[in-house]
C-alpha cells in the first residue's frame, strides 16, 4: 500500500543532543511537510517543500532544519533539542493544488530529557 | 490575522448526533479541510468544501458557508470508535492550511 512512513515512532533523546527524524513515501507526492504538534494543539508547519524547492516558515526556530535529498525522503534535523521542543512530529504528503488533501505519516514522539 | 474558532470539547451519546461548528478568518480562502484525530495518532482526512452547501459522505457531511466563515462537521449514527479530535483547517491564498486546535468529541454510550 502507498503511504508515509516515519522513524522511529518514538525518540528519547538528550537535552542539546542533535537528532535527525526521517520520514519516507511512497506516494511520490510532490510537496512533503514538517509539523511540529503538542498536547491539544493545532499542528504547527515547520517547513514545507514543493517538489525540493524549500519553504521554512517565518517563525521556526533555527534550531529545527530540513534536508529533502529526493522525492521519496525528507529529514528533520534538531539541532540542540530543549525541553521545549518535546512533541509529536508529523509528515505529512500531498499533491500540489487547493483540493489536494495532506496524507500523514504515523508520526515521531519526542521525548527530551 | 488569521484565526479558528471550535469549541475545545464536546460529549455526545453513541446512536446521537454531533454538530461541530468552526469558524475562521484566512487571508485568502482555497477551501476547508476537516480531519480526524485519534488520542496519539495522526490526522486522517474526512472532507474539503470549496463551494456553498453540505458535501455528505457516509454518515460525516460536512458544510461551508464562505460569507459568513463558518463551516460545520455533522456526524450521524455515532459509534464508540468517533471519539476522537476533529480539525478545522482552511486554506489561505499561499495554499497553506491553518488549523484549529480542534474539538475533542466523547462519545459516551
Known amino acids: 500500500d502507498a503511504m508515509v512512513i516515519q522513524n522511529p515512532r518514538y525518540q528519547v533523546t538528550q537535552f542539546g543532543k542533535p537528532v535527525t527524524l526521517s520520514c519516507s513515501q511512497t506516494?511520490?507526492?510532490?510537496?512533503m511537510y514538517w509539523y511540529q504538534q503538542k498536547s491539544s494543539q493545532a499542528p504547527k508547519l515547520l517547513f514545507h517543500?514543493?517538489?525540493?524547492?524549500?519553504?521554512n516558515e517565518a517563525d521556526t526556530p533555527d534550531n529545527f532544519q530540513s534536508r529533502r535529498p529526493n522525492t521519496s525522503f525528507c529529514f528533520l534535523d534538531i539541532r540542540s533539542p530543549g525541553l521545549g521542543d518535546a512533541a509529536m512530529y508529523l509528515c505529512a504528503t500531498s499533491r500540489p493544488g487547493a483540493s489536494s488533501e495532506q496524507y500523514f505519516g504515523p508520526g515521531t514522539r519526542l521525548t527530551v530529557t | 490575522g488569521q484565526n479558528i474558532d471550535q469549541p475545545t470539547e464536546m460529549t455526545a451519546t453513541e446512536g446521537a448526533i454531533v454538530q461541530i461548528n468552526c469558524t475562521y478568518q484566512?487571508?485568502?480562502?482555497?477551501?476547508l479541510f476537516w480531519y480526524q484525530q485519534h488520542a496519539g495518532e495522526a490526522p486522517t482526512f474526512l472532507s474539503y468544501n470549496v463551494l456553498d452547501g453540505l458535501e455528505e459522505k457516509g454518515r460525516f457531511s460536512s458544510f461551508l458557508s464562505r460569507s459568513k466563515g463558518y463551516s460545520y462537521l455533522l456526524l450521524k449514527e455515532l459509534q464508540m470508535k468517533d471519539s476522537a479530535s476533529y480539525l478545522c483547517a482552511p486554506m489561505d491564498s499561499n495554499y497553506q492550511l491553518i488549523w484549529g486546535a480542534g474539538t475533542k468529541l466523547i462519545i459516551k454510550p
Open positions: 506516494l511520490n507526492h510532490n510537496v
Open positions: 484566512t487571508s485568502g480562502f482555497n477551501g
Open positions: 517543500y514543493y517538489d525540493k524547492d524549500f519553504n
